[in-house]
Nanobody
Framework: QVQLVESGGGFVQPGGSLRLSCAAS????????MGWFRQAPGKEREFVAA????????YYADSVKGRFTISRDNAGSTVYLQMNSLKLQDTAVYYC?????????????????WGQGTQVTVSS
């Protein structure tokens, strides 16, 4: 069983920054791609960013490209999401998830384990 625990969410003003972390249990972290998704109130969950198992392939949603950076530390079994220039519309619960082993996906049905989520609120 894999457990994913997110942290780093909070309240921030527009233009501010936050760094989310997702710590994974188990010894196979470096075997799988990882992703971040988010869900705003009244909206469906959407893809934010994904990173391959070695960090060589990275995808971003158009809405966060140039502002967010995904990275991973395989030795520490942690994936990060650095969020800069935050906007009101970035407000959501952010989830990390474990993706496929052999490729990197932007589609949530391809992710099998999910964290409990961390709230990010951008407000003035």
């Amino acid at each position: 069983q894999v457990q994913l625990v997110e942290s780093g969410g909070g309240f921030v003003q527009p233009g501010g920054s936050l760094r989310l972390s997702c710590a994974a249990s188990g010894r196979t972290f470096n075997t799988y791609s990882m992703g971040w998704f988010r869900q705003a109130p009244g909206k469906e969950r959407e893809f934010v960013a994904a990173i391959s198992r070695r960090g060589t392939t990275i995808y971003y949603a158009d809405s966060v490209k140039g502002r967010f950076t995904i990275s991973r530390d395989n030795a520490g079994s942690t994936v990060y999401l650095q969020m800069n220039s935050l906007k009101l519309q970035d407000t959501a619960v952010y989830y990390c998830a474990r993706g496929p082993a052999g490729y990197t996906s932007t589609s949530d049905p391809h992710y099998d384990y999910w964290g409990q989520g961390t709230q990010v609120t951008v407000s003035s």
